[in-house]
């Protein structure tokens, strides 16, 4: 099993970037998925779920929601973070991981973690 996340960058204040986290070595319809980030010196916060089995619960953190948009491409293995209208505050090292399910709102089950990519927002 692996978990591979990219296309963070260095973009503006009010840009936007699309972060991908491509699996492989299982098949993604039949997991949850979850996106979290850690800034320097803060604990890794959950900014997204996502849910699976054919179940369709998305969760987001309030500092994200309405900017955020979790998505995922079962076929293709891969889940989608769309980030709009970014902030400084929203620069941080972003992980995918995946997760047996989400329940009430959390993850739970999560065992998996690809490596992180870095986001940077320039005021």
């Known amino acids: 099993v692996q978990l591979q996340a990219s296309g963070g960058g260095l973009v503006q204040a009010g840009g936007s970037l699309r972060l991908s986290c491509a699996g492989s070595?299982?098949?993604?319809?039949?997991?949850?998925f979850a996106w979290f980030r850690q800034a320097p010196g803060k604990e890794r916060e959950g900014v997204a779920y996502?849910?699976?089995?054919?179940?369709?619960?998305?969760v987001y953190s309030d500092s994200v929601k309405g900017r955020f948009s979790i998505s995922r491409d079962d076929d293709g293995n891969t889940v989608y973070l769309q980030m709009n209208s970014l902030l400084p505050d929203d620069t941080a090292v972003y992980y995918c991981?995946?997760?047996?399910?989400?329940?009430?709102?959390?993850?739970?089950?999560?065992?998996?973690w690809g490596k992180g990519t870095q986001v940077t927002v320039s005021s």
């Open positions: 991981g995946r997760a047996r399910l989400i329940r009430d709102g959390v993850p739970y089950g999560m065992d998996y």
């Open positions: 070595g299982f098949t993604l319809g039949n997991f949850a």
């Open positions: 996502s849910s699976g089995g054919g179940r369709t619960t998305i």
